[in-house]
């Protein structure tokens, strides 16, 4: 599976925008990045996906550069329930046992502060 | 409401009675997947599932058993539980296509093995 690196932690404060980073070099042409975020107690939650143009919807803006190492998932205005662990996860969508398999690294934790 | 359903949230059991965590889901999802969290090693794919009937190993599926009769549910199965099964577990499920196919997780099971 192709890997993703991100920081371990991120600080924000409420309100302010936040910009976490994820790089994925070794990404293929099949591969779809998503993101998905782990609040304390919770199950994983779905964010936000794309596989080459930029991305919105309700919750994030997900930013993918042009040649597809890296992307950067925007929260527009950190809320203090946007404190989680953020995962960044390539998810192939070529068929075969990998098919839609979410392989997830330790991710960011993001902590806001009032 | 759309959502995963998984029970127990808690179970704490003994050493080598069978025992089953329930999943089902009300989106009418073509997978499932079950994935066990554990500290420092992040979330881990046990088993997922395509459709009915078709079921495969994830990442770490030694030790337990799914089956896949009815498209909204994906029991998993520890026939002679251990203590290293001690764990977080999560029950996830997603559509095959769509504009939205992230996966949707229920709230998880604590599984305590003495």
């Known amino acids: 599976d192709a890997k993703t690196t991100q920081p371990n932690s991120m600080e924000s404060n409420e309100e302010e925008p936040v910009h976490l980073p994820c790089n994925h070099s070794?990404?293929?042409?099949?591969?779809?990045i998503h993101w998905y975020r782990q609040l304390p107690s919770q199950g994983p939650e779905y964010v936000i996906h794309g596989l080459t143009s930029n991305v919105n919807n309700r919750m994030a803006s997900l930013a993918i550069a042009e040649d597809r190492k890296s992307s950067t998932l925007i929260l527009h205005r950190a809320t203090l329930r946007d404190a989680a662990v953020y995962y960044c996860?390539?998810?192939?969508?070529?068929?075969?046992?990998?098919?839609?398999?979410?392989?997830f690294g330790q991710g960011t934790i993001l902590t806001v502060h009032p | 409401e759309a959502q995963v359903t998984q029970n127990p949230r808690y179970l704490i059991t003994v050493t080598g009675k069978k025992l089953t965590v329930t999943c089902s889901q009300n989106?009418?999802?073509?997978?499932m997947s079950w994935y066990r969290q554990d500290p420092g090693l992040g979330l881990r794919q046990i088993y997922y599932?395509?459709?009915?009937?078709?079921?495969d190993k994830g990442d770490v599926p030694e030790g337990y058993k799914v089956s896949r009769k009815e498209k909204r549910n994906f029991p998993l199965i520890l026939e002679s539980p251990s203590p290293n099964q001690t764990s977080l577990y999560f029950c996830?499920?997603?559509?095959?296509?769509?504009?939205?196919?992230?996966?949707?997780f229920g709230s998880g099971t604590r599984l305590t093995v003495v």
């Open positions: 599932s395509m459709n009915v009937e078709v079921t």
């Open positions: 996830a499920s997603r559509p095959r296509t769509g504009l939205n196919y992230g996966y949707t």
């Open positions: 989106m009418n999802h073509e997978y």
């Open positions: 996860i390539l998810s192939t969508n070529a068929g075969g046992t990998s098919y839609g398999k979410l392989t």
């Open positions: 070794t990404i293929s042409g099949t591969d779809y």
